[in-house]
């Protein structure tokens, strides 16, 4: 796997997360975006992992969803990809 197909796969996987949680907690996609401070197509984007999101944003939506941020990306292993130029992972 290349660098940019392991960055939209963990990009995908902490979306779906975000998704599986959001919807366990019974919050609508917009209510949370809302209140995290973000509009309904970042968040949309963000599940569907389409955009990159921030530790900023996803500290936002943890507290409005309850959780820690570590629930965020509970499980998510990156793609050894994701290093670079020579770097072992």
């Given at each position: 796997?290349?660098?940019?197909?392991?960055?939209?796969?963990?990009?995908?996987?902490?979306?779906?997360?975000?998704?599986?949680?959001?919807t366990?907690?019974?919050?609508?996609?917009?209510?949370?975006?809302r209140a995290a401070g973000?509009?309904?197509s970042?968040?949309?984007?963000?599940?569907?992992g389409?955009?990159n999101?921030?530790?900023?944003?996803?500290?936002?939506?943890a507290?409005?969803?309850?959780?820690?941020?570590g629930?965020?990306?509970?499980?998510v292993v990156?793609?050894?990809?994701?290093?670079?130029?020579?770097?072992?992972?």
């Amino acid at each position: 796997m290349d660098v940019d197909a392991a960055r939209l796969a963990l990009q995908a996987a902490v979306g779906k997360r975000v998704r599986k949680i959001r919807t366990q907690q019974r919050i609508g996609q917009a209510e949370c975006a809302r209140a995290a401070g973000m509009d309904k197509s970042s968040m949309y984007r963000l599940e569907k992992g389409e955009q990159n999101v921030t530790l900023d944003t996803l500290a936002r939506i943890a507290l409005v969803l309850g959780v820690e941020m570590g629930d965020l990306v509970a499980g998510v292993v990156p793609d050894p990809a994701l290093v670079t130029d020579g770097v072992d992972a």
